[in-house]
């Protein structure tokens, strides 16, 4: 696709509840990263794919959150027994292989829990 | 571990003022420095990649330039406008983990008055 598409773009939960994040990297992009945005905070890293290596999964918070991607697709973040806290914007980026390429980041998912 | 600061947090000047914002970074080992621009409830537009080796870039009024050795990057808008208004966010793409992994700043908060 033309950019990095994000779904939903905005998801209210009940705490407890299990939550999924949709994220469709630009075609041709071997990497992908899932970042965490909190209310007025900065971009927290969550975790890293590329390719077909083991990711980096040095920045989730806790074993409630896991990531999965299939190749170099679409990946799910998933959070089981949502929090308060969780709550927070959700953003996904891709880029090219190698360090000369920049990201690319999609609008968001907005995750709201009640 | 790399850190990137950015200065000042907020900034309000009047329409057509030319203005610096500042960034620096605490490694120097980094493949590229990345400039975004986030609007309220809304993702990372990419506005200026400076690869490690280059001393600026430039993209209409705006002008990025680089100082690796000494950590420092400043993103410099021209002629400013109200519809600049929007927060900053400068990232570093480090070899600390790879070359995969973004640092971002805590961002600078741009105010145009008309």
Do not use: M
Not at chain 2, 11 to 20: D, Q, T
Not at chain 2, 37 to 43: A, E
Request: with cysteine; hydrophobic share 30%; aromatic share 8%.
């Amino acid at each position: 696709g033309a950019g990095v598409s994000q779904s939903p773009s905005n998801k209210v939960t009940e705490k407890g509840k299990d939550v999924e994040l949709r994220c469709d990297p630009i075609s041709g992009h071997t990497a992908l990263y899932w970042y965490r945005q909190r209310l007025g905070q900065g971009l927290e890293f969550l975790i890293y794919f590329q390719g077909n290596s083991a990711p980096d999964k040095s920045g989730l918070p806790s074993d409630r959150f896991s990531a999965e991607r299939t190749g170099e697709s679409v990946s799910t973040l998933t959070i089981q027994r949502t929090q308060q806290e969780d709550s927070a914007v959700y953003l996904c980026a891709s880029s090219s292989q190698g360090g000369n390429y920049g990201y690319t980041f999609g609008s968001g998912t907005r995750l709201t829990v009640v | 571990k790399q850190e990137v600061t950015q200065i000042p947090a907020a900034l309000s000047v009047p329409e057509g003022e030319n203005l610096v914002l500042n960034c620096s970074f605490t490694d120097s080992a980094i493949y590229n420095l990345q400039w975004f621009r986030q609007d309220p409830g809304k993702g990372l537009t990419s506005l200026l990649l400076i690869q490690s080796s280059q001393r600026e870039q430039t993209s209409g009024r705006l002008n990025a330039s680089l100082d690796k050795s000494s950590g420092r990057s400043t993103l410099y808008i021209a002629a400013s406008q109200p519809g600049d208004s929007a927060t900053y966010l400068c990232a570093v793409r480090s070899w600390e983990t790879s070359g995969s992994r973004l640092t971002f700043g805590e961002g600078t908060q741009l105010t145009v008055n008309p």
